[in-house]
C-alpha cells in the first residue's frame, strides 16, 4: 500500500471551517489537472471519478472549451455583466436554442439564476408556487436538490435538513421508484394523495424529479415510470420540474437526462456541467407560459458571470463536434461490463445501477460497517478519486468524464476491482 505524505494541512485546520468535507476524504494538496486525471504536489496522479461532483463532464482543462475563453479574456471581453444585454450571453442562448432545444421540439424561455444549482432550485420552486397560487411541493424520498432553505426542503437527507435550524415546510415525500421500499408503487401512492379528499394532503404546485437520483445512490427511474409521472401531473395540473443539474449535460446518454423517456418536463434546472469548464452557472428552462416573473423578482449578481456563458456555448459546440452522445456509449459499456460481470460475481450482495455515465455500486446489504469507505480510501491510496453516497454512504459512485480516455478507463476500472475484491474477500473470510 501506498504511503500518503503528510500534507501541509495547518492552514486548512487551523483557518478553514469544520464543515469541509471531501478533503477528508482525499486528505492530499491538489496542484493541476488535465482530462480525467487530478496531480498532487507531490505529482501524483489521480484518475477522477468525482468530476467535481458533475461540474466537469468535458474533463478538467478542456481544451476547446480553454480556447474559447482565453480568446474571450485576451479581447477584454466584459467578465460581470449583471443581466444586462451581452454579446456573451446571447451568443449562448442563441446557440442551446438552436442545437439544444429546437431540434428536439423543445420549447422553453431561458431564466439565469446564479451561480450554484442551489439557487437555481429556489427560482424553479418559487416560480411554481407563484403560478399555480399553490404552497405544497412533492418531492421523491433520496432526492438531492441543494443547500439552501428551499432546496434543502426538498432534499431528503436528515443531516443535511436538521442543520436548517428552522422548520422545512409545505412539502411531501414520496417514495422513489425501486428505491428505499421495494414492491411499493410510489406513483399509484401519488395518485391517491391527489384523488383522496380524506388524503390530508393539499394539492401541490409541482413535482420536484431527478431522473436518476445520484447523490441518493444512483437510483434509475425506468422511461414508463417517468411517462406515469408526467401523465399524472397533467392530469392534476401539477408542474413537473426535473433538476437535471447532476444527470443533465450529457451524463445519462442524452443531453438532457429525459430524452431518453420522451417527456417534456415544464421547469428544467441545469447547472453544474452547464458552463463546460466548472464555472458557476445555473439556469431554468421554462415553458413560455410560465413566464410570469416581474422584472428582479428573483435576481442575483453573478447571474452575469459571462464567462460562464462563453464557456457554455463552446461546451454545446464541443458535445456535438466531437460527438459526445456516440462516443460515450462505448465506454458506458465497458463500465457496465465490469461492474455486472466482474464487480457483481464478487458477492452476491453486491448491487449495480446505472445509466451512461453514471454508475453504482450498492454494498447496502453487507454487515460490515463503512465498506465503502474502505474500499473508496483504498483506491484513493492506489490512485483514484471516487466517493461513496446513498444512505449511509453504502453505494459507490462512479462518474467519470465523459471523455475519459479509454486506457484511463481501464485502469481506473482495475482499482476498483482491486479494492472491491481485497474487502470483501476480507468480509468473506
Ligand atoms: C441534483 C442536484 N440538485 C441540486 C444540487 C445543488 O447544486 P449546488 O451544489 O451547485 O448548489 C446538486 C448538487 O450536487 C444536485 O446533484
Known sequence: ML???AIKTSVFESLESNVRSYCRSFPTQFSYAKGALLQDEHKREYIDFLMGAGALNYGHNNDYIKEQVIKYISNDGIIQGLDMYT????????????????????????MFCGPTGTNAVEAALKLARNYTKRTRVFAFMGGYHGMT????????????RNASGVELNNVTFIPYEDGYINNFDAL????SLLKDTHSGISKPAAVIVETVQAEGGVYVASEAWLV?????CNKHGILLICDDIQVGCGRTGTFFSFERATIQPDIVVLSKSLSGYGFP?????????????????HNG??????????GAKAALEYYQ?????QTMVAKSKVIEHVLKNEIAAMHPDIRIRGIGMIWGIDFAKFQESDITGKITQRCFEKGLLIESTGRKGAVIKLLPALVIEDALLDKALDILKEAISWHVQQTVS
Do not use: C
Request: proline share 4%.
Open 3 to 5: 504511503e500518503i505524505e
Open 87 to 110: 454579446n456573451a450571453k446571447e451568443a449562448f442562448i442563441q446557440q442551446m436554442n438552436d442545437t439544444m432545444l429546437k431540434p428536439k421540439e423543445l420549447k422553453y424561455k431561458f
Open 149 to 160: 432553505l428551499g432546496g434543502l426542503s426538498v432534499t431528503s437527507n436528515a443531516s443535511h
Open 188 to 191: 399509484d401512492y401519488m395518485e
Open 228 to 232: 406515469r409521472l408526467r401523465e399524472i
Open 281 to 297: 452557472m445555473s439556469m431554468l428552462l421554462l415553458k413560455p407560459e410560465l413566464d410570469i416573473w416581474k422584472p428582479a423578482e
Open 301 to 310: 449578481t453573478f447571474r452575469g458571470f459571462q464567462l460562464a456563458f462563453v
Open 321 to 325: 463536434n466531437f460527438n459526445l452522445e
